[in-house]
C-alpha cells in the first residue's frame, strides 16, 4: 500500500514539475519550411522572463549547417535579433542523434537562452530555420517555445 501511495505521488509530482522547471508555455513557432519564417504576438508586462526553447526534430546530410534566427519586436521597431542552434543549450530534456549513410537525425528539446521584457506592451516575434540547403532539410517539427518564468 505504502508504495502503491508513493508511486502515485511520484507520478503527480512528475507531471506537475515539468513545467515548474521549464515554466508556462506562452508561445509556440512551428516552422514547416526552410528560411520561411513565422510570427506571433504576445501582450506582456514589464519585468516578464522568457526562457527560448527549440523542440526539434530534424533530418539532414551530415555536413548541413543550420541554426535558428529570432527577432523580436515592438510597435513595428526591431529591438532584439539573435542566431541560435541546439549546440548552445543551456539545458536538454532530451537528445538525440545518429547519423548513418551521410544523413543525419537530430531530435532535442533544449534551452538555448532568454529575454527579458524591459516594458508593457504587444511583442511579435518572428523565427525561422535557416539552413545552407534547404533541399536537403527535412523537418518533422523545427519549433521556437517561449516559456514564461
Given at each position: 500500500m505504502k508504495k502503491t501511495l508513493l508511486l502515485i505521488v511520484l507520478a503527480l509530482f512528475g507531471?506537475?514539475?515539468?513545467?515548474s522547471m521549464t515554466g508556462?508555455?506562452?508561445?509556440?513557432?512551428?516552422?514547416?519550411?526552410?528560411?520561411?519564417?513565422v510570427t506571433?504576438?504576445?501582450?506582456?508586462?514589464?519585468?516578464?522572463?522568457?526562457n527560448?526553447?527549440?523542440?526539434?526534430?530534424?533530418?539532414?546530410?551530415s555536413d548541413n549547417e543550420y541554426e535558428f534566427r529570432v527577432l523580436t519586436m515592438k510597435n513595428?521597431?526591431?529591438?532584439?535579433?539573435?542566431?541560435?542552434?541546439?549546440?548552445?543549450?543551456?539545458?536538454s530534456l532530451k537528445s538525440s542523434e545518429v547519423t548513418l549513410g551521410g544523413e543525419t537525425t537530430y531530435s532535442?528539446?533544449?534551452?538555448?537562452?532568454?529575454?527579458s521584457?524591459?516594458?508593457?506592451?504587444?511583442?511579435s516575434f518572428s523565427a525561422w530555420l535557416a539552413a545552407e540547403d534547404s533541399a536537403?532539410?527535412?523537418?518533422e517539427k523545427a519549433d521556437l517555445v517561449l516559456k514564461q518564468k
Open positions: 507531471l506537475c514539475s515539468c513545467e508556462k508555455e506562452i508561445m509556440r513557432l512551428s516552422m514547416k519550411k526552410v528560411n520561411e519564417p506571433s504576438s504576445a501582450d506582456l508586462k514589464k519585468g516578464d522572463k522568457l527560448i526553447w527549440l523542440d526539434l526534430d530534424l533530418k539532414y546530410s513595428n521597431d526591431s529591438i532584439w535579433y539573435d542566431k541560435l542552434h541546439p549546440g548552445q543549450a543551456k539545458v532535442v528539446m533544449c534551452k538555448v537562452g532568454y529575454y521584457i524591459e516594458e508593457d506592451g504587444t511583442y536537403d532539410m527535412k523537418i
